[in-house]
């Protein structure tokens, strides 16, 4: 399975956008890139997920490098409801299908 | 639409017991999993299932056992608890399983204490 880096921790002020990065310099043209978020004491909660293009939704945006060796998760206007540890995950292909959790990225929001 | 539900939401149970974790899902997803969460760590695959009739062992799944007779639900049974069961359940269910083309959506988890 293709792994994923990101920083162990983050931090951002309330209302200032967020830019979580993450690599995967061995992802497979088959892998999706999917980020999901886990706020304290709740279960992993789905957030964005993209291929190739670029994609938007209500919660983020995923910004996917052209050779997909790396991307971004995009929050545009962080509150603190937004704290949370947020998991960029590769999938595709696998035969499991399921997802593998590294240890994500520690995102504070401050007041 | 209630997503994945999880039951009980805490259990405490001594050395030895036996208890099932319930898991349902009306999203109609084929691809149903059960990952435990230790303190401060991510999420470890215990037990898969691809369809009704159909699971598999993930990477831990020792101590426990689970079935899926409907498309549903996916219970985990856990025979002899030991004190390394202690851990955050959660069970997760998807459309399109390990193509990734679509979200997985998580239940909220079940709290379990083995004492």
């Known amino acids: 399975d293709a792994k994923t880096t990101q920083p162990n921790s983050m931090e951002s002020n309330e209302e200032e956008p967020v830019h979580l990065p993450c690599n995967h310099s061995?992802?497979?043209?088959?892998?999706?890139i999917h980020w999901y978020r886990q706020l304290p004491s709740q279960g992993p909660e789905y957030v964005i997920h993209?291929?190739?293009s670029n994609v938007n939704n209500r919660m983020a945006s995923l910004a996917i490098a052209e050779d997909r060796k790396s991307s971004t998760l995009i929050l545009h206007r962080a509150t603190l409801r937004d704290a949370a540890v947020y998991y960029c995950?590769?999938?595709?292909?696998?035969?499991?299908?399921?997802?593998?959790f590294g240890k994500g990225t520690k995102l504070s929001v401050k007041p | 639409n209630a997503g994945v539900t999880q039951t009980p939401k805490f259990r405490i149970l001594k050395i030895g017991q036996s208890m099932t974790l319930q898991c349902a899902q009306d999203?109609?997803?084929?691809?149903m999993y059960w990952y435990r969460q230790d303190p401060g760590m991510g999420l470890k695959l215990i037990y898969y299932?691809?369809?009704?009739?159909?699971?598999d062992k993930g990477e831990v799944p020792n101590g426990y056992n689970v079935s899926r007779s409907t498309t549903e639900d996916f219970p985990l049974r856990l025979e002899l608890a030991a004190p390394s069961q202690t851990s955050v359940y959660f069970c997760?269910?998807?459309?399109?399983?390990?193509?990734?083309?679509?979200?997985?959506?998580f239940g909220s988890g079940t709290r379990l204490t083995v004492v």
């Open positions: 299932s691809v369809g009704a009739g159909i699971t």
């Open positions: 997760a269910s998807s459309y399109s399983g390990g193509r990734g083309a679509y979200g997985y959506t």
């Open positions: 061995t992802i497979s043209g088959t892998d999706y």
């Open positions: 995950i590769l999938t595709g292909g696998g035969s499991q299908g399921n997802l593998i």
């Open positions: 993209g291929l190739t």
């Open positions: 999203m109609n997803h084929n691809y």
